[in-house]
């Protein structure tokens, strides 16, 4: 009985040495790096941290996990019992998430799947949080560098149509300042990253339920004069395009509808358009992108050229650590000189 699980082991072993050794000899570009600019003034990034709870948490929640294909029933604060299986996460864990933060070196961090603020400052150790109240663990929220001025706002609860699926978290950054944005972290319907919005695929029909939603939200801001942004794991790719609605008058096409451009200043800019796809580690076996920083084109106006960024993570700590099947990604955005915000810099 010893033999097989012997050759198992040896095959794990040889695999891993395979995957080290061939990101260690692949071509320059086939690992992306952090922007070699000058420091921007605001990095905004998104992460989502796959199932991140607090150890003491966990293993609480763990006792009471929910079978693969058993009904949640009305008690939303679970966990699935696979989850549990595979995702305890040790100290040595979560120091190599912290590790990803500070190579990261973001301003503000929309943050998808955490448990609140018990289990984001286990990784983001000088940040503030903001989270939704949601009753589940996937929480969604901001992780803001300490000092940085914001306010928490209040939930945007409509995108959850009706708690059925996560609501979004808001914040406003500088407020009262020329450099004052509004900013919301989403974590909309999985399960229909490629498909057109109007496949009977049931994931679909949801997520297109919340676009017209996060349209209105978008409309809102533009026509009060506001710079917004919207970050997270939007759980589509964005490159596939095509006209906003069907013959029928269908939602089709969720970039489309999103960014009609109406009312003015309602335009939106994604820096991730036109980006080389990489995956977060050598396991993953992704193909697009669908965590996405997306940005008013006014706020777009403060965007540092060339500055779209992935973080994937470092081969051997993918390998050997428990990190997540998400990498972060981002921005810089850097004042103009007009602003003349002299000692508030």
């Known amino acids: 009985m010893t033999r097989p699980s012997r050759i198992t082991a040896i095959g794990f072993r040889l695999a891993v040495l395979i995957a080290l050794f061939s990101l260690g000899h692949a071509p320059a570009h086939a690992v992306e790096t952090l922007p070699t600019a000058p420091r921007a003034d605001l990095r905004l990034a998104t992460w989502n941290l796959e199932w991140l709870i607090a ?73 503030d ?29 409509e995108l959850s149509l009706g708690g059925r699926v996560r609501r979004g978290a808001v914040i406003v950054l500088y407020p009262d300042d020329p450099r004052e944005m509004y900013l919301m972290a989403v974590h909309l319907k999985a399960s229909c990253p490629r498909r057109a919005l109007d496949d009977p695929n049931p994931n679909c029909a949801t997520l297109a339920k919340q676009v017209p939603i996060l349209e209105a939200w978008i409309d809102e801001q533009a026509a009060a004069g ?49 980006k080389r796809f990489i995956n977060c580690s050598p396991a993953h076996n992704y193909s697009s992108y669908i965590d996405h920083v997306v940005l008013s084109e006014r706020l777009a106006e403060w965007r540092a050229p060339d500055s779209f960024l992935r973080l994937p993570f470092k081969p051997k700590s993918a390998l050997q650590r428990k990190l997540s099947d998400h990498c972060p990604v981002g921005v810089d955005l850097r004042w103009p000189s007009e602003l003349n915000l002299g000692s508030r810099r």
């Open 129 to 157: 949080f903001c989270f939704a109240a949601d009753e589940g663990v996937q929480k969604v929220g901001f992780a803001i560098r300490r000092g940085l001025p914001h306010r928490c706002l209040p939930d945007f609860i």
């Open 226 to 274: 506001r710079r917004f942004g919207i970050l997270g794991d939007f759980n589509h790719d964005f490159s596939t395009r095509g006209p906003a609605r069907n013959e029928a008058g269908q939602l089709r096409s969720f970039w489309a509808e999103i960014n009609d451009g109406e009312p003015q200043g309602a335009a939106l800019i994604n820096p991730s358009e036109g």
């Open 55 to 127: 150890p003491e948490d966990f293993r609480g929640l763990a006792k009471s996990c929910v079978p693969r294909g058993a009904p949640r029933g009305p008690a939303r604060r679970s966990i699935p019992c696979n989850v549990v299986d595979r995702l305890e996460r040790s100290r040595i864990d979560f120091r190599a998430l912290a590790e990803v933060t500070r190579e990261l070196k973001a301003d503000v961090i929309a943050l998808q799947e955490v448990d609140g603020p018990r289990a984001a400052k286990r990784v983001f150790r000088n940040h």
